[in-house]
Each structure stands twice: as C-alpha cells, then as structure tokens.
C-alpha cells in the first residue's frame, strides 16, 4: 500500500459556510463549468464561497442541475467564481500528478452526520485507505459502517473529498458515485501504479 504523510491543511480547507447551509439571507451566486479528465468530463459548481460539487461523466447532466437546484435553491447564476477556477487548475495539477492534496474552501450543504464523514474523507491521505467501519469507529459509531457508507455515496465532492479511498472490511471496493473501473483507476493512480495523465 503506498503511504504518504497527513497534513492539517486538508482540514482547514475544509470550512463550511454555515449561513448558506442552514438559511441564506443574501444573494448566492453560482457557477460551473465543464473540465476534460482521465475519466471523462467531470461538471464543477461553486458559489463564491466554496466549492459545492463534482459530477461523473456517468450522471446525466440534468442529475446534475437538479441537485444544485434543490442544495442551492434560488442562486443567481454567474460565468464564474474565483473558486471555480481555482478548483478547476487544482483539478487538473491532481491527474498531471502534481498535487495531492485539494486546498479549497468548501460550500457543504448536508446533515451533520454527512459533514462529520466527509470530514473523514478529508483526513485520509494521498494513496492511503479506510474501511467504512474504520471510519465509523473515528466518528464514536462503531456499527455505523452502513451509515457511513451512506454518507460517503452522498458525498458531492468526489476526489476533492477522497470518497474512493474508501473500501470494505473484506478487501472490495465497494460503491462509488462515479463507478467502479473509476474508482480502481483513481487508487491505481494514487499508488504509482498508472502513470500521471493528462485529458486526451
């Protein structure tokens, strides 16, 4: 398994703008835009806050609408966000194999349980992995690992909050938003095992 040390900066990017989360009492503005990948084209929103999703080539894009709609009900749609672009070039330097750790600020619209996860995810280093019961345990939910499952299917920041990285206890891959040859691939990637790529 390849190793690599953790570092606190994936925690301190990982800020949650609560007044959006809970009840929005000014003007959202959001953007997105559309990036070529090794896996495909990948769909990126952001309000100037933070980053709030990443969609898979495999969802329709109006999956993809539809959720921003319902998470960010009533944004005023903009060409773009500083946030958006930087998450786009970080996006990018992650498969040219020059960064391994997302430092951007985060617009996370869940439960509180979901943002303890995903905080989880956060903490797992490059080229690393967790169980989803190893997880559940960190949390104070030993038995939770269907829970925590759960959660991390709903996770809406996919690579930028290391979903992939986690596996069942018996050794399988188990589920993943953007399926499963990509979810091979992004731990193949992480391990050394595939070269850096750029989109073709």
């Not at 090794?38 to 929103?45: D, I, N």
């Not at 979901?114 to 690393?128: K, N, S």
Request: a positive charge; glycine letters at 10%.
């Amino acid at each position: 398994m390849c190793h690599a040390h953790a570092s606190n900066a994936a925690l301190a990017a990982f800020e949650v703008d609560i007044l959006d989360r809970v009840a929005p009492t000014h003007r959202i503005e959001l953007a997105q835009t559309r990036i070529e990948s090794p896996l495909g084209e990948l769909r990126v929103a952001a309000t100037r806050s933070g980053i709030v999703k990443v969609g898979f080539p495999t969802g329709p894009r109006s999956d993809f609408n539809a959720w921003l709609m319902q998470r960010v009900p009533g944004a005023e749609r903009v060409e773009t966000v500083a946030v958006l672009e930087e998450a786009c070039l970080q996006l990018r330097a992650y498969f040219a194999g020059g960064l391994r750790e997302f430092k951007l600020p985060l617009d996370l619209r869940g439960s509180d349980f979901q943002l303890r996860v995903w905080e989880a995810l956060a903490r797992i280093p490059f080229g690393e992995t967790r169980t989803y019961g190893e997880i559940a345990a960190a949390l104070g939910r030993p038995g939770a690992s269907r829970a925590v499952g759960a959660a991390s299917g709903a996770n809406p920041l996919p690579i930028v909050l290391p979903c992939h990285r986690v596996v069942a206890a018996s050794g399988r891959l188990g589920g993943f938003g953007g399926g499963l040859a990509a979810k091979r691939f992004l731990l193949a990637f992480e391990c050394g095992s595939l070269p850096a790529l750029t989109p073709s």
